[in-house]
């Protein structure tokens, strides 16, 4: 169940967001408004700090705060109980609105789970992810000739979707092709493992996921918590040392965890790239 990385040119997406900004053609050069909340339930956190050249600006109630900003303005971000955070002003992208920033709540979620499950993979530590949008998925003959093999995969499919707020999701092709691709195919397995996953990365950014091809050890392994534990790996997700996880390396939930959903929303509330130390301030999309 090793997540394989390889660069195999980028796969025709489905309705996904572009990489570049869509906000206003002029650039705003502040003051500018700031609103900050947790990335998990949106709950505005209230006297955080905005630091720009070490002056510091405190949001309100609400937590909303004026900042002299423009775009490429450095931002280090901290309010109590939650992770802090450096980034940027950027422009308005797909998902995420120029002067809406959210932090991890490290009280729920340590960051040695988010490091684990997040950015432990063998060839970065940067966060990777799909854009948002919607990824077919194909599934061999086999496994479409039995019906339990493929309730199994449709349970998967909406798992993920639903976890990622439908921000990324996943839809049956019909047919053996997609932008993911399940297939039985014992020989990508290694002997001790039930499935793989190789990973399709963009060429152009090696932090975006495109597709990837799962192979299984069988077909009886197609009807198990295997294949969501594959498709996890398949949106970014690495292996966790929580039994209770879907991305435990033998697991035996059927469903992602709370704890796994909130690592999910804070996948998809950062943009690929980001540093593990919850730092964004070197990718460049929005600026």
């Known amino acids: 169940m090793r ?4 660069v195999m040119g980028l796969l025709s997406l489905v309705a996904c967001g572009g990489s570049g900004p869509t906000g206003p053609s ?9 609103h900050i909340s947790d990335n998990w339930d949106g709950q505005s956190a209230s006297n955080a700090s905005v630091t720009i050249n070490g002056t510091q600006y405190r949001t309100d109630g609400d937590g909303r705060v ?11 971000v901290d309010a109590p109980g939650y992770l802090h955070r450096r980034t940027v002003y950027r422009r308005s992208l797909p998902g995420f609105p120029s002067g809406e920033l959210t932090l991890l709540n490290t009280s729920v979620t340590p960051f040695g789970y988010v ?3 997040v950015y432990s993979g063998a060839s970065t530590t940067r966060l990777r992810r ?3 949008g919607t990824y077919t998925v194909g599934v061999d003959a086999a496994i479409q000739s039995d019906g339990q093999a493929m309730d199994t995969v449709s349970h998967a499919l909406g798992e993920l979707s639903d976890a990622t707020g439908g921000n990324i999701r996943f839809v049956l092709s019909g047919t053996s092709d997609g932008n993911y691709r399940i297939s039985i195919d014992p020989s990508h397995v290694l002997a001790d493992r039930l499935g793989s996953t190789a990973s399709s990365l963009d060429p152009a ?3 975006i996921l495109t597709g990837g091809t799962i192979s299984l050890r069988d077909l009886s392994v197609a009807k198990t918590n295997i294949v ?3 498709m996890g790996h398949g949106i970014g997700l690495n292996h966790s040392n929580d039994s209770g996880d879907i991305m435990f390396p033998n697991p035996r939930s059927t469903t992602f965890s709370e704890k796994e959903r909130r690592i999910i929303s804070y996948l998809v509330h950062r943009l690929p790239g980001t540093e593990q130390e919850d730092d964004d301030t070197n990718v460049r999309l929005g600026l």
Do not use: R
């Open 228 to 230: 969501l534990h594959e």
């Open 26 to 34: 002029s650039d705003p050069t502040g003051p500018v408004g700031i």
């Open 66 to 76: 004026t900042i002299p900003a423009s775009v490429g303005t450095a931002l280090e």
């Open 115 to 117: 490091q684990a499950v």
């Open 205 to 207: 950014n090696p932090n």
């Open 3 to 6: 997540e394989l990385m390889a």
């Open 130 to 132: 799909p854009n948002f």
